[in-house]
Each structure stands twice: as structure tokens, then as C-alpha cells.
């Protein structure tokens, strides 16, 4: 059977057909239903060529749509943490494979530039908004199914916004306590999408991917002279000393440089502790290796540490679809399990259903017991 032809003339090698249609496959459903759905082998597939058109087509159309939510957060002044906009892929939905003992490995999609809500505009444009809402419900719902044996997090994010993803990250490593979860780059985990992602009990990077960025920062746009080329001459009325602390409308002084490097250095404390605590390693380690701040291929990432290994994420599903796997992964994670002590987190308040909570220290102790034996 010949390749498949894309839009652009291209084509895929014969040897790569099955992964691909596989991919398009699960985008397909989830454009025409809103719906979670169960992914076996005997499911039809659908006319790859076409899709792929339309694919290409919102992945452009997001594309333009992040870069405008790039630039309005800077004019905005609030700390992000992506390193750059990417034009994204069309968003995986939240999938279930079923597993040689009549579990599912769960498949959660992590996509676009994330922020604590969606986007309205991604909203209309099909991508999913980029909201951790979305993911955070989708983490709960497969930790609270007793038939879900394993979680994998399908990471394509650049990074984004750094409100709500400490939060994330706490609950992430509290769903690792109860069951595997792998976080795959496919193919980007930048920045907060990889402060997330390190949480996960495994870090997989799909052999083309990037992953890192860690850091922060945030940007300050002074349009004074701009503005003044224009004949505009901007007046603020204020109450509160530094209620426009940082407005674009004049150089940025000491003081106002000193309160906005405090917040960027309170996160970038934040974002280190956490991956120090889910790789499992001291954070002095984290603030001078792992890329500091710049992004790595899969192999290199996988030399600093960043990662564990270099898949695809169809194959880490179904790697983790055996219990075998998800054995070895859970005697490997033993030891973050002793040393992570339990954190007192209250449960978010829009909860609905049980949400995993972190082990007691008996607990603790008879898991490992059994994870030993």
C-alpha cells in the first residue's frame, strides 16, 4: 500500500502508517464528539488525508491565536513562563486503552499555551483553550476510576502562564502516589508544561521532541516615545501607591524593577523546588543543570535528566497497558514515595467527585512493604 499523502505534498514512510493514522484517529474523535472515548485496534479509520488539511489549518489558525496571547500578557505584566510560541497540534482527546487485564491506561492531553482557564478564542477555533481546568478534571476523573491502572499525560505545550500550576503540580504528585503516571512529550514540554510533566512518576520524550525551559520571566514595554510620536500623552489617576506599579507608560525604575525580579524569583523558587521534588534530586541540582533555561532535544534531555527515556507516546501506552510494566514503574517510584513526605492540601472546592489524597505515614509504610515483597 503506498504512503500517505499530506496536504503539503509530503509523505509518510510505509514503516510509519500505522502510527500516524493511529494519531489522527483519536484528533478525529475528538473533533466530532465531546465525549471520551474507549481506543481499540478494531476501530475504523477515517480519511487521514483530509484530516490532516484540516489539522493543518487549525494548527496555523492557533498558531496566530497564542502568539496574541503571548503579546497581550506582556502589555499585561503578568510573569509567564513559555519561552516561545510554537504552532501547536491539533489536541488529543482524553482516551482509554485497555490493558491485558481488563484495566485502562488512561490518556489525558496537555495541550497549547496553558493558562488557569480556557481561552475563549481557542475555544472557538477548536484547540481546546489551553486551560488546566480541563486537565486537572480529566487527572481527577482517571485517579478516581478504580478501572484506570495507569495515567499518561500527552504533553504538547510550550508553557504559559504560572497561575495555578504549583497547585497542579501538588495534585499530580498526589495522584502518582496512588497510581503510575507517565508525562510524554509529543512533542514539546517547555517551561510550566514541563514543571508539570516532571511531576509524573516517568518522563518519556518522543525522539523529536524538545523539553525544559526552566525559568521565568517577565517583560516590561516601555511605549512612552512611541506613543509621544504619536501626539498621545497618557494621564493616570491612581490611589494606592503602587496600584500601576510597572504601567508601560514610562521607564520602569529601581523600585518597580526590585517588586517585579521578587515575583519572578518567588516562582522560579517554586518552579525548582517542584522538579527537584518529582525527578527526585536536590534543587541546587536543577538550578545548574537541567538546560538552565534552554530547551533539549530527547536524547540530551535524557543525559541531563530531565528525562527517563525516548518513545513515542503510542508505545508507552501500551508499554504500561501490561501490569508487568506498570510493576517495575511503581518499584522504581518506591523510593520518591519514602522520601516525598505527605503534604496537607485541601481539596480544591470544585471537587465532585473523591479526588486521591496523599498517603498516611501507616499507609506509606504498607505500600512499600508491599511494593518490597
Same mark, same amino acid.
Given at each position: ?53 484540516? *489539522? $493543518? ?14 503579546? *497581550? ?7 509567564? @513562563? ?30 497549547g499555551v496553558l493558562r488557569p482557564g480556557p481561552s475563549l478564542l481557542g475555544l472557538l ?107 498621545? $500623552? ?10 500601576? $506599579? ?10 518597580? @524593577? ?55 507516546l503510542g508505545n508507552t501506552v501500551k508499554r504500561l497497558a501490561h501490569p508487568g510494566a ?12 519514602? @522520601?516525598d513526605p505527605p503534604e496537607a492540601l485541601e481539596p480544591p472546592s470544585d471537587v465532585i ?21
Amino acid at each position: 500500500m503506498p504512503a500517505i499523502p499530506y496536504s503539503d505534498g509530503a509523505n509518510v514512510p510505509d514503516a510509519d502508517r500505522s502510527g500516524v493514522k493511529s494519531h489522527l484517529q483519536m484528533d478525529a474523535k475528538f473533533y466530532t464528539s465531546s465525549k471520551s472515548h474507549e481506543l481499540t485496534v478494531e476501530d475504523e479509520y477515517i480519511d487521514t488525508a483530509i484530516l490532516a488539511s484540516v *489539522l $493543518e489549518v487549525k494548527g496555523r489558525v492557533l498558531a496566530i491565536v497564542e502568539e496574541l496571547v503571548i503579546g *497581550l500578557s506582556h502589555l499585561h505584566g503578568r510573569p509567564i @513562563t513559555a519561552t516561545r510560541t510554537l504552532e501547536p497540534t491539533a489536541k488529543t482527546p482524553n482516551g482509554r486503552v485497555k490493558g491485558a487485564d481488563d484495566t485502562h491506561v488512561a490518556v489525558i492531553p496537555l495541550k497549547g499555551v496553558l493558562r488557569p482557564g480556557p481561552s475563549l478564542l481557542g475555544l472557538l477555533f477548536g484547540g481546546g483553550g489551553g486551560g488546566l481546568a480541563a486537565f486537572r478534571s480529566g487527572m481527577r476523573e482517571a485517579a478516581a476510576d478504580p478501572k484506570v491502572s495507569a495515567i499518561v499525560m500527552d504533553v504538547d505545550s510550550p508553557g504559559g502562564f504560572v497561575d495555578l500550576i504549583p497547585e497542579t503540580a501538588a495534585e499530580i504528585r498526589s495522584i502518582r502516589a496512588e497510581k503510575p503516571v507517565v508525562a510524554v512529550a509529543n512533542t514539546t514540554a517547555g517551561s510550566a508544561a514541563y514543571w508539570l510533566a516532571s511531576q509524573a512518576s516517568q518522563v518519556v520524550a518522543s525522539p523529536s521532541s524538545e523539553v525544559g525551559s526552566i525559568g521565568v520571566y517577565q517583560i516590561h514595554e516601555n511605549i512612552s516615545d512611541a506613543l509621544a510620536q504619536q501626539g498621545i $500623552e497618557v494621564t493616570i489617576i491612581k490611589a494606592g501607591k503602587y496600584k500601576v $506599579e510597572g504601567h508601560p507608560f514610562a521607564p520602569l525604575d529601581s523600585e518597580a @524593577t526590585d517588586a517585579m525580579q521578587a515575583d519572578v524569583d518567588g516562582y522560579y523558587d517554586m518552579f525548582t523546588a517542584d522538579v527537584a521534588k518529582g525527578r527526585g534530586v536536590d534543587q541546587t541540582d536543577v538550578r545548574s543543570g537541567y538546560g538552565e533555561g534552554r530547551m533539549l532535544l530527547a536524547q540530551r534531555a535524557v543525559k541531563a535528566g530531565l528525562a527517563d527515556r525516548v518513545d513515542t507516546l503510542g508505545n508507552t501506552v501500551k508499554r504500561l497497558a501490561h501490569p508487568g510494566a506498570r510493576a517495575a514503574l511503581q518499584h522504581a517510584d518506591a523510593e520518591a514515595l519514602q @522520601t516525598d513526605p505527605p503534604e496537607a492540601l485541601e481539596p480544591p472546592s470544585d471537587v465532585i467527585v473523591d479526588v486521591p489524597r496523599r498517603l498516611t505515614s501507616e499507609e506509606r509504610d504498607r505500600v512499600l512493604s508491599a511494593l518490597a515483597g
